[in-house]
């Protein structure tokens, strides 16, 4: 049985930094594709970054290369979210799903997610 379970989530200023969590279980980190998702309100659900585990290959959403890192701890079957520089666009839910399949298969072929935390970037 798959889950995620994502944290980490609050209030931060604009500039600052956060770092959300993903525990998982029921999955290992060699073989799937893993990463976040956002939705902010009105807008649809965006890919944040995605990590390939068979390889490592890593995809980034628009706007978050350079400001945003994914991090694995495979003792613990957690991943990292570190998110720098947050602006008010980066004010969303962020989700953390999992798939056997790709991180260039599209959000709503992912079968595994967890339940959203919520991040508010105040200006």
């Known amino acids: 049985d798959v889950q995620l379970q994502a944290s980490g989530g609050g209030l931060v200023q604009a500039g600052g930094s956060l770092r959300l969590s993903c525990a998982t279980s029921?999955?290992?980190?060699?073989?799937?594709?893993i990463g976040w998702f956002r939705q902010a309100p009105g807008k649809e659900r965006e890919r944040v970054l995605c990590i390939e585990t068979t390889d490592g290959s890593t995809y980034y959403g628009d706007s978050m290369r350079g400001r945003f890192t994914i991090s694995l701890d495979n003792a613990k079957n957690t991943m990292y979210l570190q998110m720098n520089n947050l602006g008010s666009g980066d004010t969303a839910v962020y989700y953390c799903?999992?798939?056997?399949?790709?991180?260039?298969?599209?959000?709503?072929?992912?079968?595994?997610w967890g339940q959203g935390t919520q991040v508010t970037v105040s200006s």
């Open positions: 799903a999992a798939d056997e399949s790709s991180c260039l298969s599209d959000y709503q072929f992912f079968n595994y």
């Open positions: 029921g999955i290992t980190f060699d073989d799937y594709a």
